[in-house]
C-alpha cells in the first residue's frame, strides 16, 4: 500500500505527464496567435477597399493569422509601421522610397520600413486642364508663360512633389508660375473641381489610379484635357525618384482621344522589418497566390501580375518576401 506521500507524488506526476501530453498534442494552443495591423485609407476611401481586399487575399493563406484592416493616410502609414504601431501598411512607392531615405517631409530615415510586394502596380501621374486654357503641353507652359491655376493636393503630398518636380523638368518653377501671374493651390479633389468648373483654376496634378474616380466626375462636367509628359522629362523625374514610364491609354476617360505617356508609382505594402521571415514569407506567397481573387476586389489591381508584383520603387524587400519571390522565381 502507498504512503501518504507515495500517493502524493503520484498524483504530481500524473498531472505533470497529463499537462506535458497535452501541451505536445495542441502546440498552437501554447504559442501567441500572429496579430497584424494593416494600415490603409481613409474610410470609404479607394484605399480602403484595397486594404480590405490585401488583408482578404493574406488571410485565405494563413487561417490562423489573426489579421485587421485599419483607417490611414498616404503620408502617415511609413512612420506607423516604422514605429510598429502598425505592422503593415500601404504606402506610395515615392513616400515610402523618401522616408527610407530620409527625404523630404522625413527628417531621418525610418530605418524599419521593408516592402513586401507592389499592390496597385499603376499609379499614373495625371495632369489635367480645362479645354478652354488653351494650353495642350508643358512646354507650351514655358513658352507663354502661362498664368497657371493649378491643384496639387496637399502640401507635401505625392501630388505636389510629383507636379513640382515635372514642372522642373521642363524648367519651370513654382516661383516662375506665381511670378507669372498664376497660383499653387493645396486643395482637396471636391474643391479642385468646383473650382475648374467656374474657370477659376485651369487644373491639377497629382498621381492616381487608372482611372480615377475624381477625374471622371470632373469629366461629366467640364471639357478636360490630360497634359502627356515627353521622354526626357520622365527620364529626369523618374532617376530623380525611382519611378518608371507608363500610359494612360486612350479611351481612358471619355476626353481621351490619344495615348498619354507619363510617370508611374506603384502603391506599395511595407511591413516593419522586424516581423520574422517565415511570417511576412507566407503573407508574401498568400497574396501572390491570390491575385486572381484581388482583380475581382478592385480595378486598381487589374495590373498586378508576376511582373509588377516585385517592383516597389527601389524600397528594400523585408528578407521572408525576398526569399519567396526567389523561389518563385520573381526575383533574382
Known sequence: MLSKKGILFLSVFVLFSFMVMFSNANPAAAADPVRITVVGG???????????????????????????????????????VNSGKAEMGLAFGL????????????????????????????????????????????????????????????????????????????????????????????LSSGKTNEMMADNRMDGTGDCLSIPAGDIIEASTSIKLKMLPINDAAIKKVGAKYGMTKVVVPKGTYTFLDKDIPTINMPVILLVNAD??????????????????????????????NDKTIVVVNNVPFHPGAAKYFKEAKLLK
Open 42 to 80: 481613409s474610410v470609404g476611401g479607394s484605399w480602403s477597399v484595397f486594404t480590405e481586399g490585401a488583408v482578404e487575399a493574406m488571410r485565405k493563406g494563413n487561417p490562423d493569422y489573426q489579421i485587421s484592416a485599419e483607417p490611414g493616410s498616404t503620408t502617415a502609414n511609413p512612420g506607423m
Open 95 to 186: 513616400t515610402s522610397l523618401q522616408a527610407v531615405k530620409g527625404e523630404g517631409d522625413f527628417k531621418t530615415p525610418l530605418s524599419k520600413l521593408r516592402a513586401v510586394c507592389a499592390l496597385i502596380p499603376n499609379n499614373a501621374f495625371q495632369f489635367i486642364i480645362r479645354e478652354n486654357a488653351g494650353i495642350t503641353s508643358f512646354e507650351q507652359i514655358k513658352a507663354k508663360k502661362f498664368p497657371l491655376k493649378v491643384s496639387v493636393d496637399s502640401k507635401g503630398s505625392t501630388g505636389d512633389l510629383l507636379t513640382s518636380a515635372v514642372l522642373n523638368a521642363y524648367g519651370i518653377t513654382y516661383a516662375d508660375i506665381e511670378k507669372w501671374g498664376g497660383k499653387i493651390f493645396y
Open 275 to 304: 516581423m520574422p521571415d517565415d511570417v511576412v514569407y507566407n503573407l508574401a506567397k498568400s497574396l501572390h497566390n491570390n491575385v486572381a481573387y484581388l482583380k475581382n476586389v478592385a480595378k486598381g489591381y487589374a495590373a498586378l
